[in-house]
């Protein structure tokens, strides 16, 4: 049975069939509210869809799903109940479902099945060159940003093509009633059909055996690690930066990215990670008093749709690409058009490469190298007489990686230029990401940077760092100004 601390337990391995009591292969999990794991021979059904759902699997030592249900409503509590990025990913790449070309399986109504899967696309492919100067971004960026992207993204093993989430991913709409097959008798094991009995309610029917699940959310949900947070200094006169989080989707043991500013009393949020609210409590701030919200790109590990919702709206800076792609989630999680999806922050447009200011400080934003369109910046002001310069990666490519796309045409020299030497010296503090493997950095590219550098997008640095490298910790409080 799992350690009920991690917040899984076996709810029944026991069915009546035929008026008898039988053993029966099925075990059904509860993961954390509003999500159950139902695991069998023929494969693994996830129940709900909150988010970090997957570090709660991975903490108890769960098997993992081939198949996600969603709830007829996708957001409670402040919270995405449709988190499907890493649970996606890991049956992807961890359970080689690419490798060995299977399908991962989402089942919602029909309209959710059409909304989740542009919210995956924009996801895990990103808007093409056109959608992104559709929206306003100005075409020779959209053509470096898609030539970027497409070099990163995922591909046909046959055809060398860019895959598109319909050939990894099979959408089964249901409304209440309907029923469908998912797995059919193979290897003497019975088939597996599941049945739409309300907006939170299915059965699942092993063979003869039926088993009624329900994982409807009544309060609101928890993460799997404890946050860490103390409360914060806003005072003016400072300039620091607060780690909500400092790892990835894949960490039980840490929130995702995300980071607090204090720029001379102004308040600003870098990202926003699941469980803000949380973070916020003890913190002791309240929503209404950060001042911005600036929005790095959609990859979930960085953002949950529905937190990052305050009455009245953020204002939200990002450039016109996140934010056509944060448009297209917040109308999938709420079933809006992205017409409607618009009144949900206050967009202030950024343009890279273009200084602005925002909250008395000086922002110059600039395009880093990632899977999907993404930002990082570097943040000036003086506070107290001393000049502080934050530097922030955002997500961003290893120099191996790098060189390896200028080689292969996947990056323009100019781009390639500009950002391997985007640092000068003069940075008081970096925030780099060195999360490793395709699509992030390599801590051992800075080691000689001399200046101070925080780690962040992984927990997972055993080497010990020379004097000015650390791995920032979630709850850190770092002091912009040294």
């Not at 060995?100 to 399986?105: E, I, L, M, S, T």
């Not at 092993?206 to 200094?233: L, T």
């Not at 000036?380 to 490519?397: M, R, T």
Request: hydrophobic fraction near 35%.
């Amino acid at each position: 049975m799992a350690d009920e601390k991690l917040g899984s337990w076996i709810l029944r391995n026991q069915v009546t069939r035929v008026g008898k009591q039988v053993k029966s292969e099925v075990q059904i999990y509860k993961l954390t509210e509003g999500a159950l794991l139902f695991c069998s021979p023929q494969g693994n059904i996830l129940f709900g869809c909150p988010p970090e759902v997957l570090k709660h699997i991975l903490a108890a030592h769960l098997p993992m799903p081939d198949t996600v249900v969603v709830a007829d409503k996708l957001h409670h509590f402040h919270s995405s109940q449709a988190s499907l990025e890493f649970p996606f990913y890991h049956f992807l790449f961890v359970q080689r479902g690419l490798e060995r070309n299977r399908r991962f399986y989402v089942v919602g109504t029909k309209k959710q099945c059409k909304g989740l899967e542009q919210l995956l696309r924009v996801t895990v492919v990103g808007p093409t060159a056109k959608e992104m100067t559709a929206c306003g971004t100005d075409a020779k960026r959209a053509k470096e940003i898609y030539q970027e992207t497409t070099h990163l993204s995922l591909k046909n093993q046959k055809t060398g093509k860019q895959l598109e989430i319909k050939e990894m991913v099979s959408f089964l709409p249901m409304e209440d009633g309907d029923q469908c097959l998912l797995q059919p008798v193979q290897d003497n094991l019975p088939e597996v059909r599941l049945e739409r009995t309300g907006g939170t309610s299915f059965r699942v029917l092993y063979g003869e055996e039926a088993h009624d699940i329900d994982f409807s959310v009544s309060r609101e949900q928890v993460p799997v690690y404890k946050i860490k947070q103390k409360p914060m200094d806003k005072s003016a006169g400072r300039f620091t930066l607060t780690v909500l989080g400092r790892s990835n989707g894949f960490d039980p043991q840490d929130p995702a990215n995300g980071y607090l500013i204090n720029m001379d009393g102004k308040l600003i949020l870098w990202d926003c990670p699941a469980y803000l609210h949380q973070h916020l409590r003890n913190l002791k701030v309240d929503p209404q008093e950060i001042d911005a919200l600036i929005l790095s790109h959609v990859h979930e590990d960085h953002i949950d749709t529905s937190e990052s919702l305050r009455d009245p709206p953020f204002d939200l800076y990002t450039t016109p690409e996140v934010y056509y792609s944060l448009l297209v989630k917040l109308a999938a999680v709420f079933g809006s058009t992205m017409e409607q999806a618009k009144s949900y922050h206050k967009w202030h447009r950024l343009e890279v490469g273009k200084p602005m200011q925002i909250c008395g400080g000086r922002f110059e934003f600039f395009h880093s190298v990632h899977a999907i369109p993404a930002l990082g910046c570097r943040i000036s002001k003086e506070v107290g007489g001393k000049q502080g310069l934050l530097h922030i990666s955002g997500d961003q490519l290893s120099k191996d990686s790098m060189a390896t796309m200028l080689k292969d045409g996947g990056i323009s020299k100019a781009r390639y230029d500009y950002v391997e030497n985007m640092l000068n010296g003069k940075e008081s503090l970096v925030i780099m990401d060195v999360g490793g493997g395709a699509i992030h950095g390599d801590y051992r590219d800075y080691l000689d940077y001399d200046g101070r550098i925080g780690y962040m997008h992984t927990g997972l640095i055993q080497d010990k760092l020379p004097k000015g490298k650390h791995l920032v910790a979630s709850g850190e409080v770092l002091n912009v100004l040294g």
